[in-house]
């Protein structure tokens, strides 16, 4: 079968937002198992707080053992088997090359000026 790559904006995308709601389902399941006085007591802020907590562990589980999984494990897991590239400098550090030039007579941000 042969498969195109899809863009390193889809692919970064999709890395983040399907990590993101496999989080929101397990904070989901998981607040229905907390009792009731704990539900109560937190209200809204259980959630607010569960949901980005859940999300940091899963994702680090996730990344952790993506070398591990079969591909289509990591597509059903993190949204794409693929990585995302966003180019190299001479020095081999990752350069993201998406950001827009500033306009003329200003300096870029870090540039010291």
Same mark, same amino acid.
């Given at each position: 079968?042969? @498969?195109?790559?899809?863009?390193? %904006? ?5 890395? #983040?937002?399907? =990590? ?9 399941? *998981?607040?229905?198992? $907390?009792? /009731?006085?704990? @539900?109560? /007591?937190?209200?809204?802020?259980? %959630? #607010?707080?569960?949901? =980005?907590? *859940?999300? /940091?562990? *899963?994702? !680090?589980?996730?990344? !952790? *053992?993506? /070398? ?5 494990? @990591?597509?059903?897991? $993190?949204?794409?088997?693929? @990585? ?12 993201? #090359?998406?950001?827009?030039?500033? =306009?003329?007579? %200003? ?5 010291? %000026?």
């Amino acid at each position: 079968m042969d @498969t195109k790559p899809i863009g390193d %904006r889809l692919v970064s995308w999709l890395r #983040t937002v399907v =990590p993101g709601l496999w989080s929101s389902l397990i904070a989901y399941l *998981v607040s229905l198992g $907390l009792p /009731a006085g704990v @539900t109560d /007591a937190l209200d809204g802020l259980g %959630r #607010t707080v569960l949901v =980005p907590l *859940v999300f /940091a562990g *899963v994702y !680090a589980l996730l990344r !952790a *053992v993506e /070398a591990k999984l079969p591909a289509w494990a @990591t597509r059903l897991l $993190l949204g794409s088997a693929q @990585t995302p590239s966003y180019g190299t400098s001479t020095d081999g550090t990752p350069v993201v #090359t998406s950001l827009e030039e500033p =306009p003329a007579g %200003r300096p870029a941000v870090g540039s010291g %000026r």
